[in-house]
């Protein structure tokens, strides 16, 4: 399975980006799939997560409200929508898909097996 990230970039705080993530290797249909985040210095944290239905997604708490995960499984895509993006958002985004795992396991890195190769995202001020 490999996983390319794309649509990162500079924008003004406030602003609005799309991040894309194709899968390619195998059907997804049934696998989890992620956007991690890691800022310099810091550890890799949960942004959203969406089940293999499509059914079922959960997000960090600094981004509720902000950020939308969608997944497109004929196109084999996650997308994540940011709005309304400030400085402290400012990070290497991944991707990330495994087969099913239990809920609680969605927002642990170590859950997932295949990475992307991340896309920076800088949020100025």
């Known amino acids: 399975v490999q996983l390319q990230a794309s649509g990162g970039g500079l924008v003004q705080s406030g602003g609005s980006l799309r991040l894309s993530c194709t899968a390619s290797g195998r059907t997804f249909r049934d696998w989890d799939m992620a956007w991690f985040r890691q800022a310099p210095g810091k550890e890799r944290d949960l942004v959203a997560a969406?089940?293999?239905?499509?059914?079922?997604?959960i997000y960090a708490d600094s981004v509720k409200g902000r950020f939308t995960i969608s997944r497109d499984n004929a196109k084999t895509t996650v997308y994540l929508q940011m709005n309304g993006l400030k400085p402290d958002d400012t990070a290497v985004y991944y991707c990330?898909?495994?087969?099913?795992?239990?809920?609680?396991?969605?927002?642990?890195?170590?859950?997932?097996?295949?990475w992307g190769q991340g896309t920076q995202v800088t949020v100025s001020s």
């Open positions: 990330a898909t495994t087969p099913r795992i239990a809920y609680s396991a969605l927002g642990i890195p170590s859950s997932y097996h295949y």
């Open positions: 969406i089940r293999w239905s499509g059914g079922t997604t």
